[in-house]
């Protein structure tokens, strides 16, 4: 089936850790995406990417890494630099500006910090 | 602020009966996007509008968009307990971004 697959669902990290949350889409996608999202709050973007090798910073970037080596893959690793890492983090892929822009959605990973 | 601003922030209705909400925004916009999230998943595109269109329907769903006043409206009609689940306006803003601003949603309970 197509679609965006967000690994794990659930993760927990000891304060002072980096986690890395996996994100792979078979749609044939250029952009990727990762957002934030707080209980009962919206989404917050923390980067997004383009195209392969290429990557913006989003509003929240500070204490977040990400990589681009593959169209399929954006991998987004929670650095120990983030203060509040707890949250429900979801990754997206879009066609770009030929589809308006329409992103679809992973399932989500939850991050909790012990 | 670049993102849009749902309201009412939650709203609870029958089952049958027609839910409308509404996105403000401030800056200039290419198109608006309705999304779905049911409870700890995924959001899930519903429409999207264009700019220069003033109203789109897709099933039991009418949005609206009205530019001067900066304003959308989704409304879903004959609502089902279904229905219930968090719904959120993005934007995407002009100058050629390839992003999308989210807003915080607006949680509809729809009650058998």
């Known amino acids: 089936d197509g679609g965006i697959t967000q690994s794990p669902k659930y993760l927990f990290r000891k304060e002072g850790q980096n986690v890395t949350l996996s994100c792979e889409q078979n749609?044939?996608?250029?952009?990727m995406y990762w957002y934030r999202q707080d209980p009962g709050q919206g989404l917050r973007l923390i980067y997004y990417?383009?195209?392969?090798?290429?990557?913006q910073k989003g509003d929240i970037a500070e204490g977040y890494s990400v990589s681009r080596e593959k169209k399929e893959s954006f991998p987004l690793t929670v650095t120990s630099a983030q203060k509040n890492p707890t949250a429900f983090y979801l990754c997206?892929?879009?066609?770009?500006?030929?589809?308006?822009?329409?992103?679809?959605f992973g399932e989500g990973s939850w991050l909790t910090v012990v | 602020s670049q993102q849009g601003e749902e309201d009412p922030q939650a709203l609870s209705i029958q089952e049958g009966e027609n839910a409308t909400m509404n996105c403000s925004y401030k800056?200039?916009?290419?198109?608006l996007q309705w999304y779905r999230q049911n409870s700890g998943r995924g959001l899930v595109h519903l429409i999207l509008?264009?700019?220069?269109?003033r109203e789109k329907h897709s099933g039991r769903l009418r949005v609206t968009l009205d530019t001067s006043k900066k304003s959308s409206s989704l409304l879903i009609t004959a609502s089902r307990a279904a229905d219930t689940a968090s719904y959120f306006c993005?934007?995407?803003?002009?100058?050629?971004?390839?992003?999308?601003?989210f807003g915080k949603g607006t949680k509809l309970t729809v009650n058998p």
């Open positions: 749609l044939n996608h250029d952009a």
């Open positions: 993005a934007l995407r803003t002009q100058g050629g971004s390839e992003k999308l601003v």
């Open positions: 997206a892929s879009g066609a770009g500006t030929l589809s308006g822009n329409t992103i679809y």
């Open positions: 509008i264009r700019s220069n269109e």
């Open positions: 990417s383009q195209i392969v090798n290429d990557f």
């Open positions: 800056t200039s916009i290419n198109n």
